[in-house]
């Protein structure tokens, strides 16, 4: 080990060398990675779909606009300036302000949210619960591993330099 000065290079002698158990154990936490993600993919893709029809059947059912009455007023300010000009009552300006911002939260609010979508989300984010030990443990030795090859290196590196 004496020609390896760099981490990369510890690392790579150390892959040449392992034994069938570790590459079978690495082949299993590379496995379960894209299992993973593959599952939430389509969790996500399921959750995409179900927004979109839920978004389609909502559209439907409210084919009437129910921010018709906002025609004609592209700023808030309009609505009080109508006001003000007594073209309307102030009970109109009030239910007229209400529907603005209810228009503007729901312009802000641009996914679907509710108990599907949760469901499906928490779905997605727990998929990986019945291997988070395995994975941890395995993320815990490679960084032993790349902490023992760095300094193998540095000592490697110091020898030569002697």
């Known amino acids: 080990m004496a020609n390896l000065y760099t981490e990369k290079d510890v690392l790579d002698f150390w892959d040449s060398h392992l034994t069938i158990e570790d ?5 299993e936490i590379e ?3 894209k299992d ?4 939430r993919k389509y969790i996500q893709d399921a959750l995409a779909r179900y927004r979109k029809d839920k978004t389609r059947s909502r559209s439907k059912a409210k084919a009437a606009d129910p921010f018709a009455d906002l025609e004609g007023y592209n700023i808030r300010q309009d609505i009080q300036d109508a006001f003000g000009w007594e073209f309307i009552s102030e009970a109109e300006m ?6 603005w911002d209810l228009r503007e939260a729901s312009k802000n609010k641009q996914q679907l949210e509710d108990r599907v979508t949760e469901m499906l989300e928490i779905a997605s984010r727990s998929c990986s619960a019945p291997y988070d030990d395995k994975l941890y ?3 815990k030795k490679q960084e032993q591993r790349r902490k023992a090859a760095r ?12």
């Open 94 to 99: 009030d239910r007229l302000l209400a529907l």
């Open 137 to 139: 443990d395995w993320d």
């Open 23 to 27: 590459k079978m154990e690495q082949a």
């Open 31 to 33: 496995a379960i990675r």
């Open 36 to 39: 993973i993600a593959t599952a």
């Open 151 to 162: 300094q193998i290196a540095a000592e490697n590196l110091e020898r030569s330099a002697k």
